[in-house]
């Protein structure tokens, strides 16, 4: 019903073409704010529903309380297709407003105050107790309301303050607890590290860094200020004597057709714990692979699917092949939608149950992913007996999810050959020099 009213306003939307004059199509705009605000918030209510019924049923069913409603989440993201991480945080948003904010809940409902505005408010009314929050309900509404999310949220600070002198401290408090470093991979071979520090130790490592590329740039380094600063933060953190020289693993997938010689297609940088980390194009793969600092790792996958074949093993005993074939063929964690790095190998079919030790009955889990296969109401099982052909992961609900391993290269970078080369043939053909590895670089156990 939601969806179908949705479709209607969107179909008048698109009837309308250009011929709709400037103010019309300025109110419409406003309309469609409120539309996104009201249907937002209801979300947010069916999902802290949905999480205390949960854990109800759980409690009902005999779970332990702190048990009881943990796959809540999971169920949600897996229905969203989104991560567990991006639930949890927005459950922890609505289920303050839910209780202590009612006001403010109604107003977003009646699409009068935005999500960001009645974020931002909740965050900064969070280092009150419930009563307070409650009593300055009515006025963080109306500042919500009537100023822009940034200004609401300035105003909540101070409004905040004044019922709790102690308010400072406690949000600071709050704040430096939070502390955590995140990485950030785009798709141009960077990446971002963020790091939420308190605050004097972030000033004190961007001095540090400051002061020992000012030094470096006035003893004649010809490296600027910022690329200094940049090569000196990887060499504290890795303990490496240079910036470039990282004792790095390059997992340079390539399919079976440019093993042939039919195509050269980019590579793509994995973890040791799995994960995407981006597209490399084929000159920078090459570029890294002659380094010595770099090692390299084919991996041959089937042209037309995409499905990992083959692996060089000469790196690992057979029990540590085994667990790299499968991080490097799941990515990350099989879970349907997640895409959390890899920390366990885990067996679809248990081990105590006759479960093999196998490719075919073993997937790549993020810890959290590990704990929930075990809770009550969730089953996993292999398609077809082979976990590379696809999981199928159901809810308690019995909403059944289908997870398959990712195209070796990634999506969106499949060209077919005319025809499928036979396994024979790509195991029998030799690596193209610009692959090879001389044997002296070979990294071994």
Known sequence: MIEGSVR?????????GDSVALRQRLDRISELDHAVAMLQAAMSVEMTAFAAERRREDLAAGSSEDVAGRGAPFEIALARRISKASVDHQLAFAEPLRSDHPRLLEAWLDGKVSQAAARFVVKEAEVLDPDHRRATDPELTRLAAELTPGKARKAAARLVASADPESAAKRARLARARKQVRAIMRGDATGTVLADLPAEQAVACWEALDHEARCRRGDGDERS????????????????????HLDLEVGIVVAASSVLGV???????????????????????????????VWLRRLVCDPI????????????????????FIVYRDGTSRRPHSDAPIYDID?????????????????????????????????????DGDSSSGVRWTTPTGH??????????????????PRRPSVIELYATPLPVEYAVPSHRRRRE
């Not at 995407?276 to 002659?290: I, M, S, W």
């Not at 699917?305 to 790299?324: I, V």
Request: aromatic share 4%.
């Open 347 to 383: 067996h679809i079919e248990p081990y105590a149950a006759g479960g093999s030790t196998s490719a075919v009955n073993g997937q790549g889990l993020a810890k959290h992913d590990h704990l929930l296969r075990d809770l009550p109401g969730w089953t996993v099982e292999a398609a």
């Open 400 to 417: 059944i999810y289908e997870s398959r391993p990712p195209p070796i290269l990634g999506h969106g970078n499949s060209r077919p050959p």
């Open 305 to 324: 699917d995409g499905q990992l074949l083959s692996m060089d093993t000469a790196k690992r005993r057979f029990t540590g092949a085994l667990r790299k």
């Open 8 to 16: 209607e306003l969107v179909g008048e939307v698109l009837s309308a």
């Open 263 to 293: 195509d050269d297609q980019p590579g793509k940088l994995v973890g040791h714990r799995g994960g995407d980390y981006g597209t490399l194009p084929a000159g920078l793969v090459r570029e890294l692979a002659g380094s010595e600092q």
């Open 225 to 244: 200020i910022r690329e200094l600063m940049c090569d000196l933060f990887v060499e504290r953190i890795t303990g490496q004597a240079k910036a470039a």
